[in-house]
């Protein structure tokens, strides 16, 4: 009988099925190819002519879309070192709205050159060290580079304008369209001390036409119909309950005793008269609409629509609290006379039929509005999906100018600029930092390239070109994606600009993510919880 040989090392300490990988070439490289091959399948989907990528989750659940954060969300990364750059890519998207894609690859580039320097004899305290410095600069240097300031957030074509870069990454050939209406709803609900909350756009998607029918409603808009007989109230005062618009129930149960058909009848009538009673005490305080978020009750509507009110059903509560927002209404929790307070007030509630869709819109025509409405058109769901991403981009890059209204030159403007100033900072760094410093500059030069490569263009020429206008001192040189030749453009006068509160946050999570990274030595992982996967069944019989 063969002897048990125990376990020696740290793998006598695990449990039995329990993986341990160490040093640089077991660990590093592991943790740095994983976080490559994420950043060459999203590099594609990078700028106006990025490809989208169709993914089928766990749902199967189809996705056809650029948009970086989409995708890595539906594909569950695994690899613990890829969700590090994962975790920073959505850090990324609650702080500014946009960039996933830039800080993704960002990272993944530098994981890649630190590769390189650590094959060539470099420590990595000393890359880590390195790609610190360098970000530092760049952060310093990034003011240096602004080239112009949004003056007035309440100028809608203004705003237009630096909205249309971060779109047009979305929806190209579109950008001018898209960015104008997002630009209006997002002055329109910008509320008068400055402060903007993204959750006040809302999007409305409609099958059918063409992305250029999209309009914009100053006001809340919902995909039914009313449920009684009127369908049309100009100057609506408003009622919201929170209940259905229906007989009122007693907090406890009774029983009642009924002797005769007349009490029976008389019961009866007396409960169609306390309805009748509580509709009649709406109407003489002005009110013409109701909204209630339960099912109106048959008796409720015939003395609705008796007496005139219009009666809506919200089924979702925080549609319903965004409404009252919109009106200045309170939502009532039982059916009850309400005060002045709790009444709202809309311009015009009526029914629109977009395509074969009826929608109960609540609009208001005064400029300023606490909710905003883009209905978008599209041929496919698909279409409407990636076009409401374009408009949550849009959105959140107008909210990221609320608190920084500087722009760069876009373009691959700014990380040329970035890695000219970078490779002659790495040449006045004595020690061996300098060689991670220019790895660093190198790295910049990916994003120009991949614009490059993916509208069709030779990336080395184009890329020498661009050194030398930056070289002459045309900081604003960028890419012309529209060229059939490799040349470049003023990005400033073609408005393609970028947000340095965008590039700023970018740098500092991309760097924090690629170091932490490079300072793992070991990688340790427990046996899975649970026991082996059952087998999967066949057929039953030949007849299966």
């Not at 950008?175 to 104008?180: C, H, I, N, R, T």
């Not at 002459?472 to 470049?488: F, H, P, R, T, V």
Request: proline letters at 3%; charged letters at 25%; aromatic letters at 6%.
């Amino acid at each position: 009988m063969a002897l048990h040989v125990p376990r020696t090392g740290f793998s006598s300490m695990l449990k039995d099925g329990a993986q341990h990988f160490s040093g640089v070439n077991e660990a590093t490289f592991r943790n740095i190819a994983a976080c490559k091959e994420l950043t060459t399948l999203i590099r594609t989907s990078y700028g106006p002519n990025g490809m989208n990528k169709m993914v089928l989750n766990h749902l199967s659940k189809l996705f056809v879309s650029s948009d970086a954060q989409t995708i890595v969300r539906e594909l569950e990364v695994q690899h613990p070192a890829a969700k590090l750059l994962v975790m920073a890519s959505e850090m990324m998207e609650q702080e500014c709205g946009d960039g996933t894609n830039f800080i993704l690859i960002l990272a993944g580039m530098l994981l890649g050159g630190a590769e390189d320097l650590l094959r060539q004899g470099l420590s990595i305290p000393e890359v880590v060290e390195g790609y610190e410095m360098a970000s530092a600069k760049a952060l310093e240097t990034l003011p240096e580079l602004v080239c112009s300031k949004l003056e007035k957030l309440t100028d809608a074509v203004e705003v237009a304008k630096g909205l249309k870069t971060s779109v047009a990454s979305m929806q190209y050939g579109y950008e001018d369209f898209l960015s104008k209406l997002i630009g209006e709803a997002c002055v329109t609900v910008l509320s008068p001390n400055g402060t903007f909350s993204v959750d006040n756009v809302r999007v409305c998607k409609i099958m059918g036409s063409g992305i250029l029918q999209s309009s914009l409603i100053r006001g809340m808009v919902f995909k039914r119909e009313v449920e009684g007989d009127i369908t049309r109230v100009e100057n609506a005062k408003i009622v919201c309950f929170n209940c259905a618009f229906d007989f009122m129930q007693t907090e406890t149960k009774g029983t009642v005793l009924i002797k005769s058909a007349q009490e029976l009848l008389d019961f009866s009538q007396g409960e169609e008269n306390v309805l009748e009673k509580q509709i009649k005490s709406l109407v003489e305080l002005g009110i013409n609409v109701v909204v209630s978020q339960g099912k109106p009750g048959d008796m409720a509507m015939h003395f609705a629509n008796k007496h005139g009110l219009m009666v809506a059903r919200v089924m979702s509560k925080f549609d319903l609290r965004r409404l009252c927002s919109s009106i200045g209404a309170t939502a009532l929790p039982t059916m009850c006379t309400p005060t002045k307070e709790d009444i709202g007030a809309c311009d015009l509630v009526h029914i629109a039929e977009i395509g074969d869709t009826a929608l109960t819109v609540f609009q208001q025509n005064r400029q300023e509005n606490a909710i905003a409405t883009i209905v978008l058109r599209g041929s496919t769901t698909n279409v409407m999906d990636d076009m409401e991403r374009a408009v949550d981009d849009g959105v959140n890059t107008f909210k990221a100018l609320t608190k920084d209204p500087r722009f760069l030159p876009g373009a691959g403007a700014t990380e040329v600029e970035l890695a000219l100033q970078l490779g002659s900072y790495a040449r006045t760094i004595p020690g061996v930092q300098q060689y991670a410093i220019k790895k660093f500059a190198d790295v910049l030069e990916t994003f120009p390239r991949t614009l490059a490569d993916n509208a069709g263009v030779k990336a080395n020429e184009l890329i020498s070109k661009l050194y030398a206008a930056h070289q002459e001192g045309k900081k604003n040189a960028g890419i012309d994606i529209e060229s059939e030749k490799a040349s470049y453009l003023d990005s400033v006068e073609a408005g393609i600009l970028d947000l340095l509160i965008n590039r700023t946050w970018a740098f500092k999570l991309a760097t924090n993510a690629a170091c932490t990274v490079l300072r793992v030595d070991q990688i340790i992982m427990a046996k899975r919880a649970g026991g082996p996967k059952p087998p999967k069944q066949g057929p039953m019989d030949a007849d299966d």
